[in-house]
C-alpha cells in the first residue's frame, strides 16, 4: 500500500507515484470497481443487457382466502440456544391451514417477530414480510412466512452482538430448519429491510442450496467506510439512536409475550435476563471502546468491523438479488456497490429511491408514479421475483430494468432515471477547482490565490449509559455545529428527523452559515448537468492543531439562492492515506478512494504543514439545471455524520484549518458527469 505524504505535491505528482507504484493498473480501464478488503480494484466491464427495459406492473391474483399464523416455535441450535420463529401459511376460508408444500420466504429480525407481526397486521399496509411481518398479500399467493428472531434478540437466546459470528452461524440453522418442515417444497428465500435485507444477503453469501433469490431493501455494505466510522470519525447520531432501539425491542414488552406465551415464559424470562446483561457485557463496553478510540472499534484494524460488513461476503452470494437503496439513506454509499459486486455473476437489480431511511420504505410500500418512470411497489416487485425464482413462472425478472435511480432536479418534479449499469457507462470524470475568489471552475488556480480558514466547532455532548432500572440502554448526542438542522440530520437520524419537516433540511445554507463554511460556486450553468455516481473531493489544508476534519457539502443552487443538498463527505486529516489498489479510477482518473483506516495507516498531522486529504463523498444522482450554480462547501466538521473520538477531539480543540487553492496546493473535487441525453 502506498500511503499519501503530507509533505507537497502537486496532484500530477501524485498521479506519477501512484502508478510508478505499481498499483494502478487497472486504473487505465474506462472504469474500475472499488475494493473490499478482501478484493483489490479490478477493471469493469459495463453491463449492456436489458436496454430500453421500462417498469410494468406485475401482480396476480389470490390464490388462498387466508393466511394464519402457526403457534410461537424454537429452534435449537448446535450450541443448545434457541431461536424464536413465527410461521405463517396459507390458509382456507375457516382460517386452518392448507394441507402442501410451499415455497418459504425467510427473515431475520433483531427488532422483535411479534412486532413484526403487529406491524404487519395493523400499522402496515403492502409488503410487511419486508419487516418480518404477517403478509397476507404474499402468503395468499402461495408463500410461507418465516420469521426469526436473531440470536441474542427478541425472544431468542443469547447476549447481542449485532451482526456478530455467533449470530451469523445461527442464520444456516435458521435456513436448515426450514428445509426439515413438512410444509416446505425445497425453494427459500430471503428477504427484509435494513437489518432483515443485512441479514438476507448474509445468509446468501453462506450458499445453502435451498436458497433460490435474495430481496433486500436498504441493506449495509461496509458497516465502518458506510456507516459508522465515515471518514475516521464515528457516527454518533447513528448509535444512539440504533443501539438502544435493537435492545430495548429484546426486552421492552417481554412479560406481556410471557403471558401470551405462557408454555415458554419462563424460556422468554431466561432470554431476557441475557438481552438486559447485554447492556454491561456488550453494548455499553462497544461503544466506549469506539468513544475511546481504541484500535479495531474506532478504526478498521482486525475483523469487527468486516465480520459484520456484507460487502465482504457478496462475492459469494450466487442467486438472482434484487437491492432496493434511497438516495439519503443511512446506506447511501453502499447499496450501489453491493449491486457491483453481484451484477456480473447473478441477476442483479438495483432500485434507488428518494429520501431517507424511513422515508424509502414509505415510497416502497405505495411505489412511483406511473409518470416518474420508476418501479412499482415494493409487495409487486417482491412477487414478481419470487414467482419467477422460487415457484418457476416466466415473470420477466430477468428483463426488468437492470438499474433503476431518483435523480434530484429532474423534471418539473423529481424524477428516475435507468441505466444497463452502475456505474453508468457514460460516465467521465470532470475535474473542477476550488479558486481563491470563491469560483468552481475547469482551470486551475493561478498564482497568488489567498488561503482561508475555518475553525473546529465546539465538542458535541454524547452520552450513553443504563437506564435507571438497568434494563435499558438510554443514550443522547447534542450537536454543536449546526448540522443538527441539515440533511445529514436527517439522513443519519434514519428519518426520523425529517418528520416534522424544516426548510434546513432541504437547503443547505442554514448548516454553511453555522459552520462558517467556505463556499465555491460555479457560474450560472449554460445546460443542464448530470451527476450520477460517486465522486472525490482532493483539498490541499493545514491545521494548527494534530487532528483536523474537512467537511464536504455538494449542493445545486437555484436563482433564489437555495442550496439543495446532492450528497455529503466527511475525512479524518489523520486517515488521509490512500490505498490506490483498490480505489475506483475512471478513464485513469481516481473518482472514489480507498482509504484503509488501520492504525497503521495514520499519518502524522503536522501544525502548520500543508497536506493534500482525498474526501469520499457518496455517490449521487442529480440533474443540475440550466442557469443553477453548483456550489461545493468546505467546512470543519458534519457533527450528524461524524464526531471525533475523545483522544482526536482533545488534540483538535480550538483547531483552526487553513484551505489552499493555489497552483501548488490546488485544492479540487471530481464529478461523475453523465450525458444528460443518458435520461430518459
Known sequence: MLSIAPHRHSLSRLAALLLTAGLCAS???????????????????????????????????????????????????????????????????????????????????????????????????????????????????????????????????????????????????????????????????????????????????????????????????DAYRGTVGIGGLLNAQFISLWLPLTQSLSVLGNKSAQDKYPEYADQIAAATAQHVAAINSWYLPTVENSLKGQSGYATDDGSFWSVRSPIEKASRINVPTFIIGSSNDIFQRDEPLLYEQLKQRVNTKLVVLPGSHIGAVQTALSGASASSGGAPEASKLMLQWFDQYLKGMNTGAAALPNVTQFVQGYGSSDKYARSTDWPHPQMTPQRLYLRGNGGLTTQAPAAGEAARTVSEPKAPVVTYAASSDGTTVKSSVTL????????????????????????????????????????????????????????????WMSSTKREAAVAVRVDAVDIWGKATPISTGLMSAAFRAVDPSRSRYVKGTMIQPWHPFTTASRLAVVPGQPMLVPVEVFPAAALVKKGQKLRVAISASNQAMGIWPQPQQAEANGGVNTFYNDPARPSSIVLPLVPVSALN
Open 27 to 221: 486504473a487505465q480501464a474506462q472504469t474500475t470497481t472499488l475494493g473490499t478488503r478482501g478484493q483489490l480494484s479490478q477493471a469493469s466491464t459495463p453491463v449492456t443487457s436489458n436496454a430500453g427495459a421500462i417498469w410494468k406492473e406485475y401482480t396476480r391474483a389470490a390464490e388462498y382466502p387466508n393466511a394464519v399464523t402457526l403457534p410461537l416455535q424454537f429452534i435449537t441450535t448446535r450450541t443448545g440456544q434457541k431461536l424464536a420463529v413465527l410461521v405463517t401459511v396459507p390458509a382456507d376460508a375457516s382460517n386452518k391451514p392448507v394441507a402442501g408444500r410451499f415455497p418459504a420466504i425467510l427473515t431475520q429480525t433483531a427488532y422483535r417477530i411479534d412486532t413484526g407481526q403487529l406491524l404487519g397486521g395493523v400499522v402496515l399496509t403492502g409488503n410487511t414480510l419486508l419487516v418480518g411481518g404477517k403478509d397476507e398479500f404474499m402468503i395468499r399467493r402461495g408463500y410461507v412466512s418465516v420469521a426469526v428472531d436473531v440470536l441474542g434478540s427478541g425472544l431468542s437466546d443469547g447476549e447481542a452482538q449485532l451482526l456478530g459470528e455467533a449470530e451469523q452461524a445461527a442464520y444456516g440453522e435458521a435456513v436448515e430448519w426450514v428445509t426439515k418442515q413438512a410444509w416446505f417444497n425445497g425453494n427459500l428465500g430471503l428477504a427484509g429491510t435494513s437489518y432483515l435485507g443485512i441479514t438476507s444477503l448474509m445468509t446468501a453469501g453462506q450458499q445453502h442450496p435451498a436458497v433460490k433469490a435474495v430481496f433486500s431493501e436498504v441493506p449495509m455494505g
Open 480 to 539: 454543536n455545529d449546526g448540522s443538527d438542522c441539515s440533511s445529514s440530520y436527517v439522513q443519519w437520524s434514519l428519518g426520523l428527523g425529517g418528520l416534522l419537516p424544516k426548510a434546513c433540511y432541504t437547503n443547505s445554507n442554514t448548516v454553511e452559515r453555522a459552520q462558517g463554511a467556505l463556499i465555491f460556486e460555479t457560474a450560472p450553468l449554460q445546460a443542464d448537468m448530470y451527476l450520477n455516481g460517486p465522486m472525490q473531493a482532493d483539498i
